[in-house]
T-cell receptor, first 112, second 112 residues
Framework: DSGVTQTPKHLITATGQRVTLRCSPR?????VYWYQQSLDQGLQFLIQ???????AKGNILERFSAQQFPDLHSELNLSSLELGDSALYFC???????????FGQGTRLTVV | GESVGLHLPTLSVQEGDNSIINCAYS??????FIWYKQESGKGPQFIID?????DKRQGQRVTVLLNKTVKHLSLQIAATQPGDSAVYFC???????????FGKGTRLSVIA
């Protein structure tokens, strides 16, 4: 158990819909990262938050947004969903400095 | 752009043999490197890390080697076991708590 909790584990929704993925980081970790992993692909960095503020942005679509709340949990919002958005979405958290990121078990999103 | 990549997409080894998974990185500013293991349906799991001021680090049955001259990273797994079957990712991090950049991954298959 990495200490990072993601909900839901599975999500099936229709094209055009909007979903929210939730992540609770490890206790004490201020950084939260979101990654997208398509079938048999690597992990594509989407966005990072540090202590409530956006720290870095990757290849995140304009239809996607995220935020980190005062209690440090984070949500990733995906809107106007397309079939190609079907993927595993991982959240990771880390402490200060160059430390390893701990990953949650992911949310498998299927857009039909 | 700068990226992290892997030499081999798949690797099959006999149980009991040693495995070597390679990774090339191109960002000379990266100073922290991590190997992750991802089993089917699970999130990436930290295996071992190494900072740029080192060229070798050993863990339990795993060794990471870093060659900064040629920007090459390798993961050696001794006495490979069926439980080692997974996809292995290398990741790099620059100073400043920037997000981890992942390579595409190498699938390790252990033949019993």
């Amino acid at each position: 158990d990495s200490g990072v909790t993601q909900t839901p584990k599975h999500l099936i929704t229709a094209t055009g819909q909007r979903v929210t993925l939730r992540c609770s980081p490890r206790s004490g970790d201020l950084s939260v990262y979101w990654y997208q992993q398509s079938l048999d692909q690597g992990l594509q960095f989407l966005i990072q938050y540090y202590n409530g503020e956006e720290r870095a942005k990757g290849n995140i679509l304009e239809r996607f947004s995220a935020q980190q709340f005062p209690d440090l949990h984070s949500e990733l919002n995906l809107s106007s969903l397309e079939l190609g958005d079907s993927a595993l979405y991982f959240c990771a958290s880390s402490g200060q400095g160059n430390t390893e990121a701990f990953f949650g078990q992911g949310t498998r999103l299927t857009v039909v | 752009g700068e990226s992290v990549g892997l030499h081999l997409p798949t690797l099959s080894v006999q149980e009991g043999d040693n495995s070597i998974i390679n990774c090339a990185y191109s960002n000379s500013a990266s100073d922290y490197f991590i190997w992750y293991k991802q089993e089917s349906g699970k999130g990436p799991q930290f295996i071992i890390d190494i900072r740029s001021n080192m060229d070798k680090r050993q863990g339990q049955r795993v060794t990471v080697l870093l060659n900064k001259t040629v920007k090459h990273l390798s993961l050696q797994i001794a006495a490979t076991q069926p439980g080692d079957s997974a996809v292995y990712f290398c990741a790099e991090l620059n100073s400043g708590n920037t997000p981890l950049v992942f390579g595409k991954g190498t699938r390790l298959s252990v033949i019993a």
